[in-house]
């Protein structure tokens, strides 16, 4: 089993800042990508921002120059500094993961998992 463990979100106001952490544990073999994704009300779920197991990141064109994805390796962390939040970015972000995990067995499995979300809103 695999848990995403998702902390940061709130409210704020427009122009402030917020970082999101979410944490992977379990029986983890390896972790190949990690990022956030968004969903507002009536639309449909986006990528924000994610990063590899090499360090490469991908933003949406939204957010950049805005929000800067970071990871630690050691703690199978990532980070999401938001700066200059608008009323737009308003939305649940949702953690993903995608991972191979080590069974009791031995054997390794491929899947993508994804946290609980946290309610990000930006008040104009």
């Known amino acids: 089993q695999v848990q995403l463990a998702e902390s940061g979100g709130g409210l704020v106001q427009a122009g402030r800042s917020l970082r999101l952490s979410c944490a992977a544990s379990?029986?983890?073999?390896?972790?190949?990508?990690m990022g956030w994704y968004r969903q507002a009300p009536g639309k449909q779920r986006e990528l924000v921002a994610s990063?590899?197991?090499?360090?490469?990141?991908t933003y949406a064109d939204s957010v950049k120059g805005r929000f800067t994805l970071s990871r630690d390796n050691a703690k199978n962390t990532v980070y999401l500094q938001m700066n200059g939040l608008k009323a737009e970015d308003t939305a649940v972000y949702y953690c993903?993961?995608?991972?191979?995990?080590?069974?009791?067995?031995?054997?390794?499995?491929?899947?993508?998992?994804w946290g609980q979300g946290t309610q990000v809103t930006v008040s104009s």
């Open positions: 993903n993961a995608d991972l191979t995990t080590v069974q009791a067995t031995g054997v390794h499995i491929k899947f993508d998992y």
């Open positions: 379990g029986s983890i073999f390896s972790i190949h990508a």
């Open positions: 990063i590899t197991s090499g360090g490469s990141t």
